[in-house]
C-alpha cells in the first residue's frame, strides 16, 4: 500500500482527535496492521476492545538474547491508528533497576527511554515521539523497538549503564 492511500486518515490539526469513531476505514487498516503482526511477529496477538471506536491490544511474549521472557503490551486506545498506542511491559510486574530501584518510579527518562509506570510496577516504554505518530506509523516496528529495548535493559541490569547508550552504542556494552 502506497503512503497516499492512508492520507484520507489525517484530520487537521484543530480537529479533536478524542472519541471521534472513525468508521470501517480505521478499522480496516488496524487489520491490515494486524495481518502485518500476525505473518512476521505471530507471538504477538491481537483483540478488539471496541471495533467501532477502533480500541484493542496486541499482547505476547518477548524472549531477550539471554531467555528471559518479558510480557509485552501494546494498548490502542479509542481513535487507533490516530492516536499513539501505549506501549507496556506487563511481566515481570515489576522491573528493578540496576541499582535495585524499581524502573516505573523513575518517571519519565529518556535515559531509559520509559514514560513512567503505574502503581502496580507495570512500566510504560517511549517507542515513538507523539508528534511524529499518524496512521502510517506500523505497530510492528513499535514491538520489534520494544524487543531492542529489552536487550538495552538487561544490558543495564549487567552494567548499570542507562539503556540510552547501549542504544546509542548499537553494540553490546559488555
Known amino acids: ?25 480505521a478499522a ?28 484493542g491490544d496486541f499482547e505476547g511474549w518477548c524472549q531477550s538474547a539471554s531467555g528471559r ?14 492516536v499513539i498506542p501505549r506501549l507496556f511491559v506487563k511481566s515481570p510486574e515489576v522491573l528493578p533497576m540496576h541499582d535495585g530501584r524499581p524502573l516505573h518510579t523513575i518517571g519519565t527518562s529518556h535515559d531509559f527511554h520509559v514514560l513512567g509506570g503505574n502503581s502496580m510496577g507495570i512500566t510504560e516504554l517511549c517507542h515513538h515521539q507523539r508528534d511524529q505518530w499518524d496512521c502510517t506509523c ?29 542504544f546509542r552504542q548499537g553494540t553490546r556494552l559488555r
Open 28 to 55: 480496516k487498516l488496524i487489520e491490515t496492521q494486524t495481518a502485518i503482526m500476525s505473518k512476521y511477529l505471530p507471538q504477538y496477538t491481537f483483540r478488539w476492545k471496541d471495533k467501532s471506536w477502533c480500541s
Open 138 to 166: 506500523c505497530y510492528a516496528v513499535a514491538m520489534c523497538k520494544a524487543a531492542i529495548w529489552v536487550e538495552g535493559y538487561e544490558e543495564h541490569l549487567a552494567t548499570g549503564v542507562p539503556i540510552a547508550e547501549f
Open 69 to 82: 521472557r518479558y510480557l509485552l503490551w501494546l494498548h490502542l486506545p479509542p481513535n487507533s491508528p490516530l
Open 1 to 25: 500500500m502506497s503512503e497516499a492511500s492512508f492520507t484520507y486518515f489525517r484530520l487537521p490539526p484543530e480537529w479533536p482527535t478524542s472519541l471521534v469513531p472513525l468508521g470501517l476505514g
